[in-house]
């Protein structure tokens, strides 16, 4: 009798254990399930809609109303698909001499450099989403981890669910330079797309000649070139002017090579390019000539 | 949730912040869904009334003031408009008097109130342990990554993951063991 009564109680302790368990595992495993997936999906929507004023109301439901709505309806299906075939389903975007941010179909942001080029759709296919780029520039891509953003190049393929990065490719040069500064991007060459360097925050991954390697951070003004904050320690006055050039799409030259080591150590935050311009042509006794288009500094006589 | 971090999340909703929101939904629906469904016992209404009951929650975010607990106002809630769709489908189509008894009496709103010391205990938990393991916990139950996804962006092996993860959980059950949900 004793053991029947231990043995039931165990049980029923058992019982418990499992329940509360069960309970604690409940908690949050049931937060990324398949359910949960679809109505987080169903409420998304509802409040996009809200946010873009779409009203439901019983009248719709008015027979008449249905008509009349019905007819309306084919004749704006048939003017929307006109206007769908006539109008150009890509935009290309180029800069010159300035920089540009452009907003895509789905939320996210590409901040152009000069001399560059995008080109995407005006909506996204329902795979991917893919841009073209030609030149610089840093992408914020919106996360969507069912969709992959595709950034190709003339050379490369770089893919990523949701980060920002930035991209360089140049025209004309087998080489295109990534730079992620949140999440995970996946870098390829288009000539072999299995190939798949994966990077992580703070990497600066390389595609040269069709082969994919990660090289050290190449300096903390890489980015500069969009957020304008510049520290210089102890730099070459050849890659201050390379990157300023960068940074402001201009064409400083240095006029003779003796120019080209001198050594700058400054910070420039968020000031304009005549600015840099004046401070160093002071620091280091220079004067500026325009020449085509291009500004030539040399030494003061 | 821990009432620091409940507080943060109220704070970010009023604001409009959908992130934080998603967060809520996430955390909470299944378990209303569930307490729903036992009173009304009818899955696809439940569903609905879940669902309507978190969009009123964003349609409100300016204007809300919830005093006590998210968990005690948002069963509060599911159980009213329960209530109010029974009574509704009572008045329409024949219902049975002794039925709505007895769902009433199975409904303890004690029930919620341990639900929410588990939910407390749990988080009071999850903020003792290192940083490390609840890094990867949260990735994996917070954010829905998978194990590889983890173990790339955080550059570790996915056995070492799995470990933590296995550690982590062990670690939950062993000191949740005593909590009895009746």
């Known amino acids: 009798m004793n053991i029947g009564f231990n043995e039931h109680r165990n049980q029923s302790e058992n019982i418990e254990k499992m329940k509360s368990e069960k309970e604690l595992l409940e908690l949050t495993s049931n937060m990324y399930s398949k359910k949960t997936d679809l109505a987080w999906n169903n409420m998304l929507a509802e409040i996009n809609q809200e946010a873009e004023g779409k009203v439901h109301g019983n009248f719709i439901f008015n027979p008449w109303f249905l008509k009349v709505a019905a007819g309306f309806l084919v004749l704006l299906g048939l003017t929307w698909g006109i206007w769908q075939i006539l109008r150009p389903q890509r935009d290309t975007v180029r800069t010159l001499l300035s920089q540009r941010e452009i907003l895509l179909p789905d939320g996210s942001s590409v901040y152009l450099n000069g001399n560059s080029q995008i080109s995407y759709p005006n909506s996204f296919a329902s795979d991917s989403r893919k841009v073209f780029l030609r030149g610089e520039a840093f992408f914020k891509v919106k996360k969507n981890r069912n969709k992959a953003f595709i950034v190709e190049t003339e050379n490369a393929q770089i893919k990523v669910f949701g980060t920002s990065f930035n991209v360089f490719a140049p025209k004309g040069r087998n080489r295109v330079e990534v730079m992620v500064k949140t999440g995970v991007v996946g870098l390829a060459s288009r000539g072999d797309l299995n190939d798949q360097l994966i990077l992580h925050e703070g990497d600066f991954g390389l595609l040269d000649a069709g082969k994919t390697s990660i090289k050290s951070s190449p300096g903390e003004n890489y980015l500069s070139w969009r957020t304008k904050v510049f520290r210089f320690k102890q730099e070459s006055l050849q890659q201050v002017v390379s990157d300023i050039n960068r940074a402001y799409v201009k064409h400083i030259e240095l006029a003779t090579d003796s120019l080209k080591t001198l050594q700058l150590t400054s910070t420039y935050y968020k000031v304009g390019f005549n600015t840099i311009l004046e401070s160093i042509c002071l620091t280091f006794h220079l004067q500026q000539n325009q020449l085509e288009g291009k500004i030539i500094l040399s030494k003061q006589k | ?182």
């Open chain 2, 1 to 182: 949730m821990v009432k620091q971090e409940e507080k943060q999340l109220l704070k970010a909703l009023k604001k409009g912040d959908v992130k934080s929101f998603e967060f809520m939904f996430r955390f909470y629906y299944e378990p209303l869904l569930g307490y729903a469904q036992k009173i009304i016992k009818v899955e696809a209404e439940a569903e609905e009334l879940t669902q309507e009951l978190f969009l009123k929650l964003w349609r409100n975010r300016k204007t809300l003031s919830i005093k006590h607990s998210l968990a005690a106002y948002l069963y509060r809630s599911i159980y009213n408009s329960c209530m109010q769709w029974l009574k509704r489908e009572k008045l329409s189509r024949q219902y049975q008097k002794d039925n709505i008894k007895q769902e009433v009496s199975e409904i303890n709103p004690d029930e919620i109130l341990k639900y929410e010391e588990l939910n407390r205990k749990f988080f009071d938990l999850m903020e003792a342990l290192p940083e490390r393991r609840r890094l990867i916990f949260k990735m994996s139950r917070f954010q829905g990554l998978k194990y590889k996804e983890i173990a790339e962006m955080l550059s570790i092996s996915l056995k070492t993951v799995e470990a933590n993860m296995s550690k982590t959980l062990q670690y939950l059950r062993e000191n949740l063991r005593e909590y009895r949900i009746q």
